[in-house]
Each structure stands twice: as C-alpha cells, then as structure tokens.
C-alpha cells in the first residue's frame, strides 16, 4: 500500500509528459505508470508487490485529472533571516519555506554570507542552526566568498569535501562590503574548479555604482528610491557580466550569473554561449513585476521595488525580451533572490537617502505562478519547458538531479498538483510571508498550486497550510557532490586548450614544405622508432620513373598487408568528422579510418554494417606514478581518455574496446602488490565507489555506443583478482564480462600472484541493437593459445577483441602474425590492440626471473594496433609511441563469405583433434613417434 496515491493526472518532466498515476511511499515515489500506454509501468521500485498496477490501493488518493503533477519547485536563489545593510531579512526559514510550500516550491538553496571578520566556515554553523529546526522543506547552501585569504581557501575544501557545500558565490558589486577585486576573483575561481564547486556571481560593476550614486545623491540631490535605479543602468550589469564570464572562461570553470535582470546583460550570456562558454543565466521572478514603480510618488510603494540589479523601468519591453531568452535556452533557470523588508525597515533606514535601503523583494511564494502565468498562460513555452527551468535545470546544475527535478522511481517526493486554469489575485493581504509589501500586488496569475506535497507529505491543499510539524522532521539540508553536470565538458576543454610550441624539426620542416617523404621516423620524447610504415614510405623507391614509389609501395602492401589497390579495404577518411580530426590535433593521439566491405554483394542478406574502434594509449599521469594517488591517477586518466572516446563517437563508432587494465599502471611484476591491487574494482551494478566501472559506464550511455574495458576486477564473493574485460551495452548497463583464461609466467609478466586465471569460459556477446553482431575478447596472453581463439570461434564469434600489453624485447616479432592467423583460421575479424609508452617507477626497482639486473621499467610497450578481416588482410597498423584510435566499417557479412570460399570449417576435423586432446588429458596418452631405429627399452623400477 502506498502512503499517496495521485491518479489520472498529466505527469510533466522536462523531457516528456504524459497522463498517468504517481504513487508515492517513505517520502519517495515508488511507481510512476502511464495510462496513456495502456497502463504500462515505466519503472517502480524493487520489492513493491503489483507496482505496474494502474489501481494501486493508497491510504491517500488525490484525482488530478485535468491538473498538471510535476516536480515541486527548485528555487536556486534565497536570502531567508540575512543580516544585510543594517537589519535582517524579515522572512526567516519558517516563514520563508512555509511560503515557499503554500506556492508550489519545495527545495531552495540559501546563502551563507559571513559577518566582516567571520569565518566562512563559521558562517555557515550559523546558518545551519538558523534552518536546521525551523524549516519546512529540503535546503542547501551555496557559500559566499566576500574577501580573500588562506582561510577563505581552506574553508572551501572543507565546506565541499565533508559538508557538502559545492557552489559559490563571489560579488562584482557592493564595493567595501562583498566585492572582491579581479585577482581574488581569478584566485576563487581556480580554488573551485580545483574543487569541482560551482561559482555564481553578482554582476554589477561596484566601482561605477560607487561613483554613480555618490553623483546621485550629492551632485543632482537626488535621494528618492528613483536613485536606485539611476545609478545603476543596464550597462553596469552588461559589463560585469562579460567580464566575469570572460575570467571564468580563461579558468575554465563553469559559472553561474545569478538573477540577470537587464536585456543587455541577458545577451552578454547569449553570445557567450554561442561561443562555447560554460555559463548558465539565472532570472529572477522578479523580473515580470513593474520596475516603474521605482518612480511611485509613495515612498513606501517605490522603496518597496528596490532590488540589485534593479527591476527594469520599460516593463513590457524587457519581460518579452526575458521571455525569448529562457524559450531559447539563453536563461537555464529561474529563481527569486528572496530577501524581505518590511516597508518600516526600508523606510527607517533609507528614507533620507536611497543608498541606505536594504535591498531585496518578495517572490518564493509566487514565482511559479508568476512565471508559468508570463510563460506558459500566454503561449511562450511549453508546461515541460517550464519544468526545466523551475526545477530541473537547477537540480542538475547544482547536483541535486534527478533526487530533485523530476517524476521518477527513486526521486524524492516533491510533487506539486499544478492547476493551469484556476486564476489568483496576488496581495501582500493574502501571502504568506511574514512582510508586509508584494512587489507582484494586484497582479492575476493563471497556474497554481493545488497540492503541494514535500518529503511525501502533503503541506499544501485547499488554501490551507498542513502538517508543519510533521514537515519540519522531514526536511533535511542536501548534501551536494562536487563536480557533476556543470563539470562534464571541463577536463577535456583543458586538454583541448594546452598551448604546443611550434615543431621546427627538420622532419616537420620538410613535410610543411610538401616533402611525401619526410615522415617522422624516430619518436623525439623516447627515441623508439615510430612504425616500419614510415621507414618504408620514407625510403622505398622502385625507378626513377615511379619517383614517389607508389607502384612499390602498392606492391609492399599486398605482400605484407594484403591490401591491393581498389580492394575490399581502403581509406575511410569520410567517416572522421571535423571534431573528430580536431580532437586528434588538440590532444595529439593519432586516428586512422578504413572501410572493409564484403567480397560480394548478396541477394538474400543485406550488408551487415558494424564500426568498431580500438583505442591504444600511453598510460598518462599528472607526476610520478608511485607518488600520485590511485583516485588522482584514475581521474586524471579519464580526462585524457575522453577526447579520443569523444572522437570514437563522432566517427560514428558502435563497439569500441580500449586496451588492458587501460586505468591503471602495468605494475604487475613491481613486487608492490599492496598497491597494485588497489586499482581493482568491483565489477557489479550496484559498485557506484568503483571509479572507472562508473565513468566507461557513463560514457556509453551518454555516447550511445558498447564499450569494452578491460580492467583489474575484485570478485565480490571470494575477495581474488581476475584481469577482466567488461562489456557494456550502448544504455551504460553491463551485458556481462570475461575473465582472461591464460596468465602469462615468464620474465617480468610472471602475473599468476596479482590475479587468478578466468572462470568464464569463451563467452561471445550478442549485440542484438548492431544486427545481431556476436563480439568476443581474448585477453591478451590467450593470443598465444591457438585453441583459446578456436573456442571464441565455435561459440559464433564474428569480431574477437584482443587487448593487450606487451613489450618490444618479449613478443613483438610475434604481434603481426598471431591475431592474423586467428582471423584466417577461424574466418572471423580480429581486433589486436597493445598499450603504448614506457612506464617507470622510480621508487622500487625490480627482479624477474629471468636473469636480468633490477630495473625500473618493463621496456617499451610497442602499441602498433591493427584489424584484421576474415581473409586475412590486415590494416596498417597504428604508432609504436603515441596515443591512437583505429576505426573501421566493417561487413559481417565477410565472415560466411570466407567460410564458404575457403572451406576452414569442412575440413577442420574437430572430432580427430577432441579425441586426442581428451586422451591427452587423461594421462594415458602415448605419444605417436615413429622412430628410424628401434628405441631402447626403458628400465624397470
């Protein structure tokens, strides 16, 4: 039985509405089901008996029809109980969250601005014991940065890493209170990006103001509320706006401008954006109120209207303005600045001059019937629409989403009951704040309210305000994550933007001088040779009548390639897009293309068209890899894997497999095992702890592509290693995973004491989504083992993944022969892909078993990755030293092609070798010599 149950609604989410029932239990909605599609169940949580029912028995039901039910609202932007200009905010959290519920608002996020000569963190103890007993509803805090120093840096981290504070906001304006200089600015910005925190800012430019008012006030004498909004004109919001974004996009951090009032700031943003900044604009309800009031002969109405930046004077102009900036996106939320005065506070103290009134006005309590009456009444946006930019803009701006934000099994319940149609008249005679003045009085408003339910409470319902009691026990202060949303893009930006000096190497002189031949042959970072492709396209020539030497060359690739000219497989440039080709210059990872198409076109079977990748990298660290930290090495290898899984994407790629154990370093002989083994993972669903599991796993789903990663797995019932791939499907959801059948005991890959041989056989992964492909991996050392291939054959595989990690000195000779015989012999494409670079720990050299002196590096890892089609033909392989990703369009189709041309499978004879092998095993077997002599008679025991 479900504590409430809301049926026959319209459910609005910001990506989709639909008519349905909502169930709600525990102070979370348990079952969201859509009538609309025959009452079935979208999703409902584990262990509720029945819950795709469209019926659900509930202690309390709530008929919505005709209504809307969409997420409560999120506001991003209050000031409740603020100390601020010589009073306090009059709405404390009581009165402020009771407000907030009686509209239609269910979550908010305050400010904790410290006291000249307190503490950040001291601040915010304080503001939690203001709230913590005396709310209503869910809270969170963004912190405010009104000076800088050493304690101010500290305070942050503590603040994000244990309290769960990740935003804050820093002012341009209120010069000698709040403002910082552009230097601190810089400084906070960088402190928290380092801290993955959000920054907000107030944009006016404080010195202007300064001056303006000072000519304000003494020069023209004017002292009225009038000079408010006179000493700060559109352009002093504009310019600090640009200017904070400017700065913002030099760190490369993501900021957040906070109630941008003025058209001219509004399109500082829009242009912004179209350039690439990562802003977000927040308008405030208070924007859709009358800012000519300003000019009111009543000096208690006009004092009443001022707020910072000032409510626009042109009303009309400025709304519709407001109005296409949020239908465009150029505004991504929508809160209040809610900081309230009584009419006697603003009079006592700014009466006699205009500077001294406390700054703020009302609208928690009417913002969203403010806005979805100036939006969504009048026709400007849709109801989902107005979701996103009440609420669930803001939950994923601010990592609250989709706890907050959204109608979904899991998510908190916060559900307001939304009637569109019914109408109110707004009046500080009938609000609920504690203040006495509405800057939104006598204004009609279509969309209210009808029930408010927060925490599963219902609070909200026939004008009445409910459960106060009940809903101060259930509200809580969120903790927040770092990093998140926001952040998304800002790893890669910062690779994308590293400055490279200019190469004036003769190798790249001559190439920008149209030399064909000056192709780099020796890597300059680690003297290793580049690939033997470069030193045959440098100096293999045939006659001087084939002066480039490309009938040669045509002749080399058919004899080690197998590649001919205007054969089945060729150059794919086609496929790289521009971003993908800008990724690859900006990051310096090399990317190649090709095309493999079957021999023939047939008529019963359509092209089975697949694109694979394969990713080989040099095992990036930010410093000494036995200094860095497992977290900090794991992070900072993400950020450089996502370009080239960004540009795998944009060649349109469907199976991608990365190299092995790609997360960590190749440690696995260093005699640390200690620390080895604490880049092993979970590998389950539920392993939200285990890093890499959890970013592959987003990074297919955002990217809508199957991803193979191969990483050091923890078992989660025997506690052992395995060296695992996993396989993940285009949602992000694991399919299911190998264990490496063959571990490799000689020289410095002795590996058997890290992890245990695998347990799952030759499993073969049906992509049913890419025509039913079959994929496979063979894990590096099982390239050695022809039967291991053999069994990846039988069970149907048509592309077999091999991810490895070896060395010039060990098997390099072997590379381009064993992945390619496996493809011919068992008519399938191989994948060969091999990690790349030298990696050196320099605190603990090391012995094997194999004679050497002790060292500190395994030797080069050559990568030299390529793919081989069915028949045998192979594509170039790609570098011996850097960064690459191999793509290619393959037809599956090629498979049966090839087993019906060669005959592989008529005359494997299978039942000859299975008869040997199991007297082999038995311990029985006699091996079959045929001697020239008579052999000499063993002597008995």
């Given at each position: 039985t479900a504590d409430i149950g809301i049926t026959n609604g319209t459910i609005v989410n910001s990506d989709r509405k639909f008519v349905g029932n909502v169930y709600i239990k525990d102070g979370q909605i348990v079952s969201v089901v859509d009538k609309s599609d025959d009452a079935i169940c979208l999703s409902s949580r584990k262990g509720i008996t029945n819950p795709c029912a469209s019926d659900w028995p509930a202690k309390r039901m709530i008929d919505a029809e005709h209504k809307m039910v969409m997420p409560g609202g999120l506001d991003p932007h209050t000031h409740l109980q603020l100390p601020f200009m010589g009073t306090c905010a009059i709405d404390d959290f009581e009165y402020g969250s009771r407000a907030a519920?009686?509209?239609?608002t269910t979550c908010h996020i305050d400010f904790v601005i410290p006291a000249k000569d307190q503490s950040l963190l001291d601040a915010y103890h304080t503001w939690r014991s203001w709230a913590d007993t005396h709310t209503h509803m869910d809270y969170a805090f963004h912190g405010g940065i009104t000076h800088w120093d050493e304690s101010v840096h500290k305070d942050m981290g503590i603040l994000v890493n244990e309290y769960g504070v990740t935003s804050f906001k820093l002012f341009l304006?209120?010069?000698?209170?709040?403002?910082?200089?552009?230097?601190?600015i810089i400084a906070v910005m960088k402190r928290a990006k380092e801290l993955g925190a959000m920054v907000l800012c107030h944009a006016e430019n404080g010195y202007l103001i300064t001056d303006a008012q000072q000519r304000i006030f003494e020069e023209f004498g004017i002292a009225g509320p009038e000079g408010h909004q006179l000493?700060?004109?559109?352009?002093?919001?504009?310019?600090?706006?640009?200017?904070?974004?400017?700065?913002?996009?030099?760190?490369?951090?993501?900021?957040?401008?906070?109630?941008?009032?003025?058209?001219?700031?509004?399109?500082m943003i829009q242009l912004a954006r179209q350039k690439g900044y990562n802003v977000f604009g927040e308008n405030v309800a208070a924007c859709f109120a009358d800012g000519s009031q300003l000019w009111n002969t009543e000096f208690d109405t006009a004092a009443g209207y001022v707020m910072s930046p000032p409510i626009a004077v042109d009303a009309r102009h400025n709304q519709q303005e407001m109005i296409n900036m949020i239908a465009s996106g150029t505004i991504s939320t929508i809160g209040t600045d809610n900081c309230t005065f009584t009419t006697e506070q603003k009079k006592r103290l700014g009466f006699d001059d205009f500077r001294k009134i406390p700054n703020g006005v009302n609208g928690i309590e009417d913002r969203m019937s403010v806005v979805y009456n100036a939006c969504?009444?009048?026709?400007?946006?849709?109801?989902q629409k107005f979701v996103e930019i009440t609420s669930t803009n803001a939950a994923k701006i601010f990592n609250l989403y989709p706890q907050k934000g959204r109608i979904d099994v899991g998510c908190d319940a916060d559900v307001v009951v939304w009637d569109a149609q019914r109408s109110r008249v707004i009046s500080a005679a009938t609000h609920h704040h504690r203040g006495d003045f509405n800057v939104f009085e006598g204004m009609e408003v279509y969309g209210c309210a009808d029930v408010t339910i927060s925490n599963g409470t219902v609070v909200w319902e026939n004008e009445c305000f409910l459960n106060a009691d009940i809903a101060k026990q259930n509200a809580k202060f969120l903790h927040r994550k770092p990093f998140g949303y926001a952040f998304e893009t800002v790893s890669v930006r910062d690779e994308q933007r590293k400055p490279k000096a200019v190469d004036r190497s003769a190798t790249a002189v001559a190439a920008e001088n149209g030399d064909k031949n000056a192709v780099e042959l020796m890597d300059d970072r680690d003297g290793q040779l580049v690939s033997v492709e470069n030193v045959l396209r440098k100096y293999v020539k045939s006659s001087d009548a084939d002066k480039d030497g490309d009938a040669c060359h045509d002749e080399l690739d058919r004899i080690i390639y197998?590649?001919?000219?205007?054969?089945?497989?060729?150059?794919?440039?086609?496929?790289?897009?521009?971003?993908?080709k800008q990724l690859s210059v900006a990051h310096d990872f090399e990317l190649q293309s090709v095309k493999i198409s079957g021999k023939y076109a047939e008529e019963t079977r359509e092209p089975r068209h697949l694109t694979i990748g394969a990713i080989q990298n040099v095992y990036h660290c930010d410093g000494d890899i036995q200094s860095q930290s497992v977290l900090q090495q794991k992070q900072y290898l993400h950020a450089c894997m996502q370009p080239m899984i960004e540009s795998a994407a944009e060649c349109g790629v469907n199976v991608l497999c990365l190299q092995e154990c790609w997360n960590m370093p190749f440690a696995f002989a260093t005699r640390e095992k200690h620390w080895t083994l604490e880049f092993a993972e979970y590998i389950d669903e539920d392993c939200a702890a285990s890093i890499s599991f959890s970013y592959i796993a987003e990074m297919a789903k955002q990217h809508r592509m199957c991803i193979i990663s191969p990483m050091l797995e923890r078992d989660t019932v025997r506690d052992t290693v395995h060296n695992t791939a996993v396989v993940f499907g285009d949602d992000g959801c694991m399919i299911g995973k190998h264990r490496k059948n063959h571990i490799p005991r000689i020289g410095d890959f002795n590996e058997s004491t890290y992890y245990m041989e695998g347990d799952t056989g030759h499993p073969v992964f049906n992509l049913s989504a890419y025509h039913n492909a079959k994929i496979a991996v063979n894990i590096c050392y099982g390239r050695h083992h022809p039967l291991n291939w053999m069994m990846f054959g039988l069970n149907g595989a048509e592309v077999v993944f091999n991810p490895s990690a070896t060395t010039a000195s060990l098997s390099e000779h072997l590379w381009n022969i064993e992945a390619r015989n496996a493809a011919i012999a068992n008519n399938y494409y191989t994948v060969a892909i091999n990690r790349v670079g030298t990696e050196v720990f320099s605190k603990t050299p090391f012995t094997s078993g194999d004679g050497q002196a002790a060292h500190n590096d395994f030797g080069h890892f050559y990568g030299s990755s390529y793919i081989t089609a069915p028949n045998g033909v192979r594509t170039y392989p790609l570098s011996r030293t850097k960064d690459g990703l191999l793509v290619a369009d393959i037809d599956l189709n090629l498979c049966r092609q090839v087993k019906d041309e060669w005959g592989f499978q008529m005359t494997a004879r299978y039942e000859l070798y299975a008869q040997k092998l199991k007297e082999y095993i038995s311990g029985d077997y006699q091996q079959q010599i045929v001697y020239?002599?008579?052999?000499?008679?063993?002597?008995?025991k």
């Open positions: 519920l009686c509209g239609g304006a209120y010069e000698g209170l709040f403002m910082l200089n552009d230097r601190d000493s700060r004109p559109p352009e002093f919001e504009a310019e600090a706006t640009h200017r904070a974004m400017v700065i913002a996009n030099y760190v490369n951090t993501p900021l957040y401008v906070v109630h941008v009032q003025s058209v001219d700031a509004a399109r969504v009444h009048n026709g400007h946006i849709s109801p197998g590649i001919r000219p205007r054969s089945f497989i060729e150059a794919h440039d086609g496929a790289i897009t521009a971003n993908a020239d002599k008579e052999p000499p008679q063993k002597k008995e």
